[in-house]
């Protein structure tokens, strides 16, 4: 029994110190609380700390910035503009004995984030017009020459999405002052329409996009339309031209066929009116027909030949 007596109390040793012996990470801070209430000030410092064994508690809490994700809300704007607004927020814990006494654990603070972020972001988007909102500065529109109706001017705004995230922030901050808390930026993650304001845009979109579509289908009907007129009346030229000179070349070369035949009859008077009274037959029975009832005017070639044929 005396030989275990030294093991027993090396054993017991070495828990006592096992529970007063604590390493502090370079990422954690701790508070010691006995019996329920924090005692000494907080341990910001890594390294081997001590505390008394079985009646002291350690708390460790988290040095490194810490992350909150707000759900997906669907807020009205001043102008009673339905949208989906997603944020996201950094924060750490500046004062862990404040802290403790006050939300005790990470789940505690980002329950309390959730109430005060998610109203701040509700107040900050009832506040402002659906364009302060979803604009950050007063850009100038790009105008596309070739199409300059469809760039659409726009409207001045004078706060903007990022004066919106700074009331935000600012808010955030001094309502956590007090929970040893301080909230280091705040974002928004994503801003939509709700579902039905988004059927409504793309109604909208789709009908003026109609509109300019119908319109150039319009103008473009009308150059068609001018384009073919002026090919049409370029090929009756073309053709009216081309009949011209056919008939030209054709009287030229009946010309030349008669003075052919008139240098084949010897070029004599007799034989020139024999062939003119020849070709001029052969028109005759080119021309009508048994029933044709014909009308003669007596200066006429056709009835002097007839008449001198009678003779």
Known sequence: MTRLAPVVILVLLLVVFANAAFVVNEWEQVIITQFGQP?????????????????????RFDKRFLEWEG????????????????????????????????????????????????????NAIAKHALLQVIRSTNRVPEVDESMPELTVGL?????????????????????????????????????????????????????ERSRIAERFRSEGQGERAKILGDMERELKRIQSEAYREAEGIRGRADAEATDIYAQAYDQSADSRRFYEFLKTMETYEATFDPETLLLLSTDGDFYRYLKGSGQ
């Open 39 to 59: 005692v000494r000030d907080p341990i910001v410092t890594p390294g081997l700390k001590f505390k008394i064994p079985f009646i002291q508690k350690l708390h």
């Open 71 to 122: 759900d997906v809300a669907e807020l009205p704007t001043r102008d009673k503009v339905f949208i989906l607004v997603d944020g996201y927020a950094r924060w750490r814990i500046s004062d862990p004995l404040l802290f403790f006494q006050r939300l005790r654990n990470e789940m505690g603070a980002q329950s309390r984030l959730d109430d005060i972020l998610d109203g701040e972001t509700r």
């Open 155 to 207: 409207e001045e705004i004078s706060e903007g999405r990022e004066a919106i995230r700074q009331q935000v922030l600012v808010a955030g901050q001094e309502r956590t002052a007090d929970l040893g808390i301080e909230v280091l930026d705040v974002q928004f993650k994503r801003i939509n329409y709700g579902e039905q304001v988004l059927q409504d845009v793309y109604r909208r979109m789709t009908s």
